[in-house]
C-alpha cells in the first residue's frame, strides 16, 4: 500500500495511504501524545482510528487544483485527474495551510533541499507564459507544489529590494512559499486590476482582506498576493507555515460541490460552522457578515464556500482574511447566480434588504445588526470610490460604476424597507 508522510510545522502528523483509490489517513501516536497537537480539520478530530473513504478524500483532495487546471497537471504528470493520491504524491509538498505530504523515501531529502531556485526577469516571463499549459510547474524537477482552484496561479518565493522591485523565486524542497502569482487569464482582460481594486476596496473601509498588488511580468498582467498563511518570525527569514482549511473542508463537502445550487454549503451552515468551531465566534460571525454584505455590493457572485476559511494559530481557530474578491458582473455572460443564496436570492440582480432580513432567520442573525451593516458598509465604498487617490487604477471604469451604481441601490432599498 503506498503512502504519504503528512508534516506539519516540522512534525510528522500522520500518515495517508491509498487504499485500492480510496485514501485512508491515520494520526501518528506521537502526534496525539504532543499537549500541543491540533486536528488537521474539524471533520478529521483527533483520535487513533484511521479516517477512510469521504472524510480523509474531502479534506486532502480539498488541496488540490480543480477543473481545467487539474486535469491540465494530470496530463502534464501521466495520470489520472481522479486519483488525488497520485496527484498528492507528485505536487503535495507545498499546500495552502501548514500541510506538507511526502512520499517516506523522500522525507530525509526533503528537509535537506530547503532551496529557493531564484530567477531572472527572463525565467520569470517565460514561466507566465507557460502556465497556462503548466499549471503549477507540475513535474518539474524540485517543485511540489498545490493551490486550490480553478484560476492559474504558481506560489512563490518574494524577495523585495531596497528600490522596491522584486525578485522572484520558486520554492524547491521544505521551503515555504511567501506570495501566490495569478497570471491573468486571456478570456477575463482586466481581472487583476479588478481583483486588487476589489480587494483594497475591502482593506481600505476596515475589513480584514488579504494584502494584493498588480505587476506586469514580462507582458502579463498579474496578481500578486501575499500569503495570509505564512508569518515571518523575529527569529529568522524563513517564514512559518500557518495552518488553515476552507469552509468546504470543515464541512465535509467535496471541492467539487462548493456551490449551493449543485448541492454545496449554505450560509446558514456556514454561520453555524462559526458558531461551532471559531474560537472567537462573535468577531468572526461579523467578519462573514461583512463578506457578504461586501460581495453582494461589489457584484460578487462567485464567493463559494472554498473562498472562506478558519486559519489556525497558537491554539486559536479564527477566520481567514478575505481573498478572491472580484466584481464578476464586469463580465456579463458570466452567470449572476449566486454561489450561496441570500435568504430566498439566488442571483446578484435581486439582492435586497428583505434578503438579508430572511438570511437573519435562516442564520440566527439580529436584523438591526445586520442593517446597520450593510449602510455602513455600502457608505464607506462609496466615500472611498469617490476619493479617486485612495484605490489602485482601473483602466477600465466598469468595475467602479457597478460597485457605485450597486451601493446607491442598496442604500436607496434600505432607507424604503420598513421590515
Known amino acids: 500500500m503506498k503512502s504519504l508522510v503528512v508534516h506539519m510545522h516540522g512534525k510528522r502528523v500522520g500518515v495517508l ?20 497537537a491540533y486536528a488537521l480539520s474539524k471533520q478529521l478530530p483527533l483520535q487513533t482510528e484511521a479516517f477512510d473513504g469521504q472524510r480523509a478524500g474531502i479534506f486532502f483532495g480539498g488541496l488540490l487544483p480543480e477543473a481545467e487546471a487539474r486535469d491540465q497537471v494530470a496530463r502534464n504528470l501521466g495520470i489520472s485527474a481522479n486519483n488525488d493520491f497520485a ?15 511526502v512520499p517516506e523515501d523522500l522525507v530525509d531529502e526533503t528537509r535537506a533541499s530547503a532551496e529557493v531556485r531564484w530567477l531572472n526577469e527572463a525565467d520569470a516571463a517565460e514561466i507566465m507564459t507557460l502556465l497556462p499549459q ?22 512563490v518565493v518574494i524577495d523585495t529590494k531596497p528600490d522596491g522591485t522584486h525578485q522572484f523565486g520558486l520554492p524547491l524542497g521544505d521551503t515555504a512559499s511567501t506570495h501566490i502569482i495569478k497570471p491573468e487569464p486571456a478570456r477575463f482582460p482586466g481581472l487583476s486590476e479588478n481583483e486588487a481594486w476589489c480587494m483594497a476596496l475591502a482593506r481600505r473601509i476596515g475589513l480584514d482582506a488579504a494584502e494584493v498588488w498588480v505587476e506586469n511580468i514580462g507582458s502579463v498582467p498579474c496578481l500578486i498576493a501575499k500569503r495570509y498563511d505564512r508569518v515571518r518570525e523575529s527569529s529568522g527569514i524563513a517564514p512559518k507555515r500557518l495552518h488553515q482549511e476552507d469552509f468546504c473542508q470543515a464541512l465535509g463537502y467535496p471541492s467539487s460541490r462548493k456551490y449551493q445550487q ?19 465566534p462573535v468577531l468572526d460571525i461579523r467578519h462573514m457578515l461583512d463578506a457578504v454584505i461586501f460581495a453582494a455590493v461589489t457584484g460578487n457572485a462567485d464567493a463559494h464556500a472554498k473562498n472562506h476559511s478558519f486559519l489556525y494559530a497558537k491554539n486559536t481557530r479564527r477566520m481567514a482574511p478575505l481573498y478572491d474578491q472580484v466584481c464578476t458582473m464586469a463580465w456579463p455572460e458570466l452567470s449572476s447566480a449566486l454561489s450561496m443564496k441570500i435568504g430566498s436570492a439566488s442571483s446578484l440582480t435581486e439582492v435586497s434588504p428583505e434578503h438579508f432580513k430572511q438570511l437573519c432567520g435562516q442564520a440566527k442573525l439580529g436584523w438591526p445588526m445586520v ?16 476619493d479617486r487617490e485612495a484605490l489602485p487604477t482601473l483602466r477600465n471604469p466598469t468595475v467602479n460604476n457597478i460597485v457605485e451604481q450597486r451601493s446607491d441601490r442598496m442604500l436607496g432599498l434600505l432607507e424604503k424597507f420598513s421590515g
Open 87 to 101: 496527484m498528492l504524491e507528485r505536487i503535495g509538498g507545498e499546500c495552502a495551510g501548514a500541510i506538507s505530504l
Open 371 to 386: 442593517r446597520e451593516r450593510i449602510g455602513e458598509i455600502c457608505r464607506k465604498i462609496l466615500e472611498t470610490i469617490h
Open 262 to 280: 449543485e448541492g454545496g454549503p449554505s450560509l446558514r451552515e456556514c454561520f453555524q460552522l462559526i458558531r461551532d468551531w471559531s474560537t472567537t
Open 17 to 36: 495511504e491509498d487504499d485500492a483509490g480510496q485514501l485512508v489517513f491515520r494520526y501518528d501516536t506521537d502526534w496525539l501524545t504532543q499537549a500541543d
Open 134 to 155: 503548466r499549471p503549477l510547474l507540475a513535474g518539474e524537477k524540485g517543485l511540489r507544489l498545490s493551490l486550490a482552484g480553478a484560476q492559474v496561479k504558481l506560489p
